[in-house]
């Protein structure tokens, strides 16, 4: 008489995976500042204002950006995604152009 079967058939083997953490499918979002930089020409007041309407400042806030941007060469203005990036630098230099200033404002990755 043949001995009973088990009926899990007794297999107790594990399939292991690998000792390898899987990466999250995650994109550590990119950001960049947006830089002003200093000129000769440019007045500080326009600079201000610039701060203070495409870039959300306060006064206080536009006035110790424009004087660091004026002392230092550059100033960083603020620190976005790409696109909104994007955009502060295309209204900075449209508002610029439009007022025939020669303020150079650029982006740079962080
Ligand atoms: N240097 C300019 C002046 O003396 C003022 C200025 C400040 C211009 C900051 C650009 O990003 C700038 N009139």
Redesign the pocket.
Known sequence: MSSPRKRDGGDTSVITRPAVKSKPMLEKPKLYKVL?????????E??VLILQQVFHKTEAEAVAI??H??THD??VAGIYSFEIAETKVAETMALADKAQFP??CTMDPE
């Open positions: 002003l930089h200093n000129d000769n020409y440019t007045p500080m326009f600079v424009m004087l941007a004026h550059y100033a303020l150079l």
